[in-house]
Nanobody
Framework: QVQLVESGGGLVQPGGSLRLSCTAS????????LGWYRQGPGKSRELVASMSGPEAANVADSVKGRFAIFGDAAKKTLYLQMNGLKPEDTAIYYCNVREIWSGVQYWGQGTQVTVSS
């Protein structure tokens, strides 16, 4: 069983930066993907960034050039660095771990990011 705890959200002005963290407890006996999703007001949950290894990171077109996903395996922590934040980035951000063999997914509780002046 894996538990994920996000932190780092908050209120930031347009153009500002935040770094979200997601720390995992437990272990997964196999390969897995990592990701950050978000759900804005009245919107569906969408994939923001994902990685299946240090050299296999991807971000959505809407955040390309502004957001970056990276991890620290020793700390079992996944990060989302968000720069150049825009009001449309306002959402609850969730980290996700997906077991590749079984398809089982684990979610954090979410952290609120609000971009407003």
């Amino acid at each position: 069983q894996v538990q994920l705890v996000e932190s780092g959200g908050g209120l930031v002005q347009p153009g500002g930066s935040l770094r979200l963290s997601c720390t995992a407890s437990g272990s997964i006996p196999g390969p897995y993907d990592l990701g950050w999703y978000r759900q804005g007001p009245g919107k569906s949950r969408e994939l923001v960034a994902s990685m299946s290894g240090p050299e296999a990171a991807n971000v959505a077109d809407s955040v390309k050039g502004r957001f970056a996903i990276f991890g620290d395996a020793a700390k079992k922590t996944l990060y989302l660095q968000m720069n150049g934040l825009k009001p449309e980035d306002t959402a609850i951000y969730y980290c996700n771990v997906r077991e590749i063999w079984s398809g089982v997914q684990y979610w954090g509780q979410g952290t609120q990011v609000t971009v407003s002046s």
